[in-house]
């Protein structure tokens, strides 16, 4: 008799570490895509240049974009953007270029992650090409210049007229 009462306990302790690792396991991808909705932890979204082509032209409003950069604990990087800022028309795709140095003696991979303020703003600013894309390989003392191209939706709301893209570098490990 106790052994039959045993069965459903020990059927769902064994059950619980599956779930525990199943629903570990699908972290990742669904906090990719809340990032991707919600715009939170840099995540603006990739549209590609034909999309941005169809975007209408908003002459008539002027958005300010600023540039700001930052190297994760002082790493052996200089990064820097070449225009602190840009005045553009929403629905136009703009180009500006990051400009990083290795001061190391040793070739060391970096990664960059993106950051857009005021957070309303995310969801409106659009990259077509970004370095932060992908790892960036470097080779020792190697200095390079690195596009970030991005249209801004012309359905960004009236009262966001200032938006902020802040880069913070990452020397990536084990490399």
């Keep these: 008799m106790e052994r039959h009462s045993l069965r459903p306990l020990l059927m769902k302790l064994f059950a619980i570490p599956i779930l525990m690792f ?20 840099g995540k603006t979204g990739r549209l590609s240049a034909a999309e941005a082509s169809l975007l209408q032209e908003d002459l ?10 930052s190297v994760n604990q002082d790493g052996p990087w200089d990064f ?15 180009t500006t270029k990051f400009y990083a140095y290795n001061r190391m003696d040793k070739t060391l991979v970096s990664q960059s ?42 359905q960004l709301p009236e009262d966001v ?13 084990g490399t």
């Design 161 to 173: 007229d200032t938006i902020i893209l802040s880069y913070t570098l990452f020397t990536k490990t």
């Design 80 to 94: 820097r953007p070449a225009e602190t800022s840009m005045m553009v028309h929403p629905g136009k795709p703009y």
């Design 60 to 69: 008539s409003r002027l958005v300010k974009i600023q540039f700001v950069t």
């Design 113 to 154: 992650i993106p950051s857009v303020a005021p957070i309303q703003a995310t969801r409106y600013f659009k990259k077509t090409e970004c370095f932060c894309f992908i790892e960036q390989k470097f080779n020792a003392s190697e200095a390079r210049e690195m596009p970030v191209t991005f249209v801004i939706n012309p």
């Design 22 to 41: 199943g629903f570990g396991y699908l972290m990742v991808p669904l906090y990719n895509v809340f990032c991707e909705v919600t715009g939170l932890n």
